[in-house]
């Protein structure tokens, strides 16, 4: 594992309790930093934390509503804990299947999670950066927000709208110590493939050129990268994690 300082700078990482944001926030602490794990599942983000060491904290937190989100925020900062870097890894699935199929509740569901939350997170987190001058946000997008999957429309409308949100939060915070970038992950073999039906796993592993799915920590090395002082001159950017599937 290559060293990335993270030292004395804290993180908050939603979704933390399992998958992707777990794995994220592990790689974080081991780079020297502390993490607040915010996860819809209270119980699952104390026993994460808990897993984690010492250096880990919980708040059970709904991102799809701003006041969770609000009171997460006041909670996480009353521990004398500064948020330098909000990495928006919460997301869902949705069901598979076509557009005009789509079930009209689970559309507005995803959207709410995976758009509308990570847009109430960056919008709740900002202000605390700006006033301390410096910050990082890395949000979790998908190949899919980049070429469209069939029968998973909602997943890739949010996950384009992931990216758009980046550029223009990016641009916003530009002449400021705040850096804004996402990632684009092909799939990785997560728990969030107990969501999607075998049919649409083998496509997606059809899709990667390198013939395999990705891996949490190759995830969580990019990301962690992304939160560090190293990454000063990137913000609005959009990087690959697709195993070549998309390279753009």
Not at 57 to 73: C, H, L, R, Y
Not at 82 to 92: E, F, K, Q
Not at 110 to 116: C, I
Not at 121 to 146: D, F, H, L, T
Request: charged share 15%.
């Amino acid at each position: 594992m290559n060293q990335l300082d993270f030292a004395g700078r804290h993180a908050v990482v939603t979704g933390g309790a399992t998958g992707l944001g777990y794995g994220i926030a592990k790689r974080l602490l081991a780079s020297g930093g502390s993490v607040t794990l915010w996860d819809r599942d209270g119980e699952a983000a104390n026993k994460a934390a808990w897993s984690l060491g010492a250096k880990a904290f919980a708040q059970q937190v709904d991102v799809s509503q701003q006041p969770s989100v609000a009171k997460a925020v006041t909670a996480t900062l009353s521990h004398g804990k500064r948020i330098d870097a909000l990495v928006n890894s919460a997301g869902i699935t949705g069901p598979n299947t076509t557009v005009w199929e789509y079930p009209v509740d689970a559309w507005r569901q995803v959207m709410d999670v995976n758009l509308t939350g990570l847009f109430i997170c960056c919008r709740e987190v900002v202000p605390q950066m700006r006033s301390q001058g410096w910050g990082r946000i890395v949000n979790i997008a998908s190949v899919a927000g980049k070429e469209g999957n069939p029968n998973a429309s909602a997943y890739s409308a949010s996950k384009a709208g992931v990216i758009a949100l980046t550029k223009s939060l990016g641009k916003e915070l530009a002449d400021t110590g705040i850096r804004v970038n996402c990632v684009t992950p092909a799939a990785v073999k997560t728990a969030i493939f107990d969501q999607m039906s075998a049919q649409h796993i083998a496509y997606m592993l059809s899709k990667i050129p390198m013939g395999r799915f990705g891996a949490v920590e190759e995830v969580a090395a990019m990301v962690a990268w992304l939160c560090t002082e190293d990454c000063a001159f990137s913000t609005g950017a959009t990087f690959d994690l697709s195993g070549g599937r998309s390279t753009y």
